[in-house]
Nanobody
């Protein structure tokens, strides 16, 4: 079974930065893509950023230029660097991984990000 463990969330001031980490229990190459989603109360879960097994990235329009997704293959980890955080970025952030073998998306437990003054 695939396990994803997120960390790095917290409370920050507007304009601040956070770096989220997601450690996977399997090789990154097991997955067609890994990414970050977020869900705020009353909102739908939305894609924030993703990176394919080939290293291709894409981002939600709302975070382009501010967030950067990256990976460490040796550590089987993906990261989300979040800069210039705004209150609208407040949400639970979930790591996800889509496994090629069974075409199944796996989810971490989520980490809370709160941007508030």
């Amino acid at each position: 079974q695939v396990q994803l463990v997120e960390s790095g969330g917290g409370l920050v001031q507007p304009g601040g930065s956070l770096r989220l980490s997601c450690a996977a229990s399997a090789s990154i190459f097991s997955f067609g893509a890994m990414g970050w989603y977020r869900q705020a109360p009353g909102n739908e879960r939305e894609l924030v950023a993703r990176i394919s097994s080939g290293g291709v990235t894409n981002y939600a329009d709302s975070v382009k230029g501010r967030f950067t997704i990256s990976r460490d293959i040796a550590k089987s980890a993906v990261y989300l660097r979040m800069n210039s955080l705004q209150p609208e970025d407040s949400a639970v952030y979930y790591c996800s991984a889509h496994r090629i073998l069974d075409s199944t998306t796996y989810w971490g437990q989520g980490t809370q990000v709160t941007v508030s003054s």
